[in-house]
Structures are given as structure tokens and as C-alpha cells.
């Protein structure tokens, strides 16, 4: 009977010094802009369903100290967390407050944002960030933001997302400093919310 093969490895960057330095900046300049749309393009092709987006960022951000959680569907396939160890060496974890980035493959059961750190009072930048592939995102739409990097209001529509989503954000926000940062990747674009960002829910 014939052995079965292993899957081959996907490839990550082809030069990660470069490829990584321009995704981390496309990183900062969203999440220092909240709620505006970036531009996010890649040539990865990663094991499913982890998508090209969510790579190049897992691939930007993580290393060997900051521990990975991925949510059930990415968690399914055993490639892709060979995938990330082999090409970031971050650490896998099974729950996730013990995480520093959380990959979410499936955003519209994204588990509350109180399962994740949330860093402390002392030390804020302990919490995690939450990186979500989203299918949609425009800045047209969708809630409106205030806060830090916005100039006036911005807005920003992602889907799919939780039903209880704008509940969420204002719970994240009223924690500040502490909470939650959010990435949104979509084919091709990227956004963020970081936790200073308030959420203006109209009244009912």
C-alpha cells in the first residue's frame, strides 16, 4: 500500500525583508487612520481557509513571541498552522486569552471579545489583536467613528460580522485603555479599528 504524501509547504514571501516591511507599514497607517480603507496585495498562496490576506499579515506580525490563536475553521486544517509556525515560528495556542493575535477565518462567529486579553491598566499594549477575513469592507457605509487619527467621523462597514457587533465595539471602547485592536482583511484591501476608536451608535 502506498505511503500518502504530505501536502508541500506553501511558500511565504518571496523577499521577506520587503514584502513584510510594506504589509507592517500598511498595518500602522491603518490603524493610525481608523476606519479607512488600505491597500493589501499579495502573491501568497495559503492552505485553506486561510486566505492570502490573513497570511501576509500572520507573516508581518507574529515571530516566536507572540502566540497564535486560530479559530475553528483555520484550526481544521493542520496546514495551516504548519504553515505559520514554519514561516513565523509563532507558537499555536489552544485558548484564546492566552493569544496575541487571533486568526479569524469565520468573523461572523467570532468569539467574544472578553475571551482575549484585554492587557491591563499597567500595561495596556498586553492585550490582543484580533485579524479577521472579512468579505466585504467599505468606508462609505456602516457604522460612524470618532477618536484619535479620525478627522471628524469615519465609517466603516465589514461583513460577514456577528449580529451584536456595534454592542461590542462600544463595550471594547469603554475599556480603553484597555481591549481589543481589529484588523479587517478583505480580497485585496485592509482596515482597522483600534480600541480608541468610539463607536457612534445613533439612539433608538
Not at 11 to 39: C, I, K, N, T, W
Not at 73 to 83: D, E, I, S, T
Not at 104 to 119: E, L, M, N, Y
Request: aromatic share 6%.
Amino acid at each position: 500500500m502506498a505511503q500518502a504524501h504530505a501536502q508541500p509547504l506553501a511558500r511565504g514571501f518571496a523577499d521577506p525583508v520587503h514584502e513584510g516591511q510594506a504589509v507592517f507599514r500598511a498595518v500602522m497607517e491603518a490603524l493610525s487612520r481608523p476606519g479607512r480603507l488600505r491597500p493589501l496585495v499579495t502573491a501568497l498562496a495559503p492552505p485553506a481557509p486561510l486566505t492570502p490576506e490573513l497570511a501576509a499579515l500572520a507573516l508581518a506580525l507574529t515571530d516566536a513571541d507572540t502566540p497564535v490563536w486560530l479559530d475553528a475553521p483555520l484550526g481544521a486544517n493542520p496546514a495551516v498552522a504548519a504553515f505559520l509556525r514554519f514561516h513565523t515560528g509563532a507558537p499555536i495556542v489552544d485558548e484564546p486569552g492566552r493569544a496575541a493575535f487571533a486568526l479569524i477565518a469565520d468573523p461572523a462567529r467570532c468569539p467574544a471579545f472578553t475571551a482575549f486579553a484585554q492587557g491591563s491598566l499597567a500595561y495596556p499594549d498586553a492585550s490582543a489583536t484580533l485579524i479577521l477575513a472579512v468579505a466585504t469592507l467599505s468606508d462609505g457605509t456602516g457604522l460612524a467613528f470618532e477618536g484619535p487619527g479620525i478627522r471628524g467621523t469615519a465609517r466603516l462597514d465589514a461583513a460577514p460580522l456577528p449580529a451584536d457587533w456595534p454592542s461590542r465595539l462600544v463595550r471594547n471602547h469603554a475599556g480603553f485603555p484597555q481591549g481589543i485592536d481589529l484588523l479587517f482583511a478583505a480580497p485585496g484591501q485592509l482596515a482597522a479599528l483600534p480600541r480608541s476608536a468610539r463607536p457612534l451608535i445613533p439612539e433608538a
